[in-house]
């Protein structure tokens, strides 16, 4: 086999093969009859909701010279796949003609691949609870048969090649550039589209381009991101209170509060995981997220929450015996070291994590994900609640002192610094030049205006409560406020992160988007 040069990427699979077996699709041909997508899905026995293959449309120009074409697209069988390498289980395997096939066996339905992929090309089948997606008729190519969208197209409009993979190589940014496509560089797609001759692409825009519409809210994962980023900030919290005490000699300081702070949030925590398998089409198999660690955000995140569920529930059964039950003695249990050594583990534990979380949005084709902000977003979220959690068991636990003071105000600051930039970061949405970015921030600004307006209010609150007990009014109903009034802000924020995100995509069809708008 020849040796191949090629990008030092993780996860690149091009060991198994020198060539290449591409679609090669002719846009200055294709006539917008939408047999490829009826024999695809006849072949196929695809559900009506379900489309491995799609046409949309592009146009340009003005009256009266206008352009309208039709862009034909399946599977891209990318060269540096996201699917594949997202995939927590490994459920993609690259064969030796490099298509791209998911085994629907090992699938556990988490639908990460559906957000990798920059082109939306696998698709959840909620009866099934796996993802589904286009493998060429690999079952037809074995039999020296064309794919049945290639040999429905009446034009010829598609074709199937075998090309050196240097090829694709070296002109994959060029052969895989069309109106309405994502950019190649996200993924290196093998697919070659001809364009037509004498037509500028930059002129040419998706005929959708004004269909826009929400995101699945995915409650199972908003739960589950906000309460194991709640538990981090309370655990955070208390781990702060306990050093400060163990260095001043106050050692049961608020212990009972403490104690029983942990495990609440502990509750918290092991609810949360428990939600996360609600999100999965087979949550018998949540076993397999681990697999493909080496690439994989989502397994990262899994290795790295259970870690601190573990040491965060030894952290807090210890404070909780020792101190919120008073059963034993710490010195029974290692002394004050062990648990700070536990509180340290937990929180560095949790920390990477939430970082891990964050992370696995962080994709290309979610743009409005992909910026460091989300990290910031999921982080605030411990910042913001922990510190008001803590005062609030301190309250109830009949603290009134300084500790419930600055507990408060930090958590009233960090609230304000994070409305901030997130007003900043909504700002710089609106004013890119980029469809998804600037679609993002209208869905977040005109569509969800209602709902702005209670975060807001949730926030004002939070705000209320927090800046009493900031200066010295302690009271069990500012706490209660402050903290409920967090939670719900911090839920609504989650909420509008998930379904105000635009995702990249091929070009639309007209009459597809208009029928669904007006249903």
Same mark, same amino acid.
């Given at each position: 086999m020849d040796i191949i040069e090629k990008p030092d990427l993780p996860g690149f699979r091009t060991d198994n093969r020198s060539t290449q077996t591409r679609f090669h699709f002719h846009m200055d041909i294709c006539v917008g009859c939408h047999a490829c997508e009826v024999a695809c899905s006849e072949q196929n026995g695809l559900p009506v909701d379900t489309q491995w293959r799609r046409v949309g449309e592009v146009e340009g120009?003005?009256?009266?010279?206008?352009?309208?074409?039709?862009?034909? *697209?399946?599977?891209?069988? &990318?060269?540096? @796949?996201?699917? +594949?390498?997202?995939?927590?289980?490994?459920?993609?395997?690259?064969? %030796?003609?490099?298509?791209?096939?998911?085994?629907?066996?090992?699938?556990?339905?988490?639908?990460?691949?559906?957000?990798?992929?920059?082109?939306?090309?696998?698709?959840?089948?909620?009866?099934?609870?796996?993802?589904?997606?286009?493998?060429?008729?690999?079952?037809?190519?074995?039999? *020296?048969?064309?794919?049945? &969208?290639?040999? @429905?197209?009446? +034009?010829?409009?598609?074709?199937?090649?075998?090309?050196?993979?240097? %090829?694709?190589?070296?002109t994959y940014e060029d052969a895989g550039a069309a109106p309405g496509m994502p950019a190649p560089e996200i993924s290196m797609p093998s697919t070659k589209i001809t364009l037509p001759e004498g037509v500028d692409p930059s002129s040419l825009h998706p005929v959708t381009s004004d269909f826009v519409e929400p995101e699945e809210p995915h409650s199972p994962l908003i739960f589950m991101t906000v309460l194991t980023q709640i538990g981090l900030g309370g655990f955070a919290a208390i781990y702060a209170m306990d050093l400060l005490r163990s260095l001043s000699g106050a050692v049961q300081l608020a212990g009972t509060a403490l104690g029983t702070l942990a495990a609440v949030l502990m509750g918290l925590i092991g609810l949360s995981l428990a939600a996360s398998t609600l999100h999965l089409g087979r949550p018998a198999f949540a076993f397999r997220a681990i697999r493909n660690w080496r690439t994989s955000w989502l397994s990262r995140e899994v290795l790295a929450l259970t870690l601190f569920a573990k040491v965060a529930f030894a952290y807090a059964a210890f404070l909780l015996a020792t101190e919120g039950l008073g059963w034993v003695s710490a010195e029974a249990l290692g002394g004050v070291g062990a648990r700070l050594s536990l509180g340290t583990g937990a929180v560095m534990a949790g920390i990477v994590g939430i970082y891990a979380s964050a992370r696995l949005y962080r994709v290309p084709a979610r743009p409005a994900w992909n910026f460091r902000k989300t990290t910031a977003d999921f982080f605030a979220v411990a910042w913001i609640v922990g510190p008001a959690v803590l005062a609030l068991a301190l309250v109830l636990g009949g603290e009134a002192g300084l500790s419930v003071q600055v507990a408060a105000l930090a958590a009233a600051l960090a609230l304000l610094a994070y409305a901030k930039l997130h007003s900043d970061f909504v700002c710089h949405l609106a004013e890119s030049e980029t469809f998804e970015l600037k679609a993002s921030a209208e869905l977040y600004r005109d569509h969800f205006a209602r709902l702005r307006m209670y975060k807001n209010g949730a926030a004002l609150l939070a705000l209320m409560g927090l800046l009493t007990l900031g200066v010295g009014a302690v009271s069990i109903a500012a706490a209660t406020l402050g903290v409920a009034g967090l939670v719900a802000y911090v839920f609504l924020q989650r909420y509008l992160f998930f379904t105000t995100v635009v995702g990249t995509n091929i070009a639309g069809n007209f009459i597809v988007e208009a029928h669904r708008s007006v249903a």
């Open positions: 120009g003005e009256y009266p010279d206008t352009l309208r074409f039709f862009l034909s *697209s399946g599977c891209n069988h &990318c060269l540096d @796949a996201p699917c +594949a390498k997202g995939c927590p289980v490994d459920a993609y395997k690259i064969d %030796e003609r490099g298509i791209v096939i998911h085994q629907a066996d090992v699938c556990i339905g988490c639908q990460y691949c559906t957000w990798n992929c920059p082109y939306s090309v696998p698709s959840f089948q909620p009866e099934r609870g796996v993802v589904s997606k286009c493998d060429m008729c690999v079952n037809r190519l074995e039999e *020296s048969r064309e794919p049945a &969208c290639a040999q @429905a197209c009446p +034009a010829g409009a598609i074709e199937i090649e075998t090309v050196p993979l240097e %090829e694709v190589l070296a």
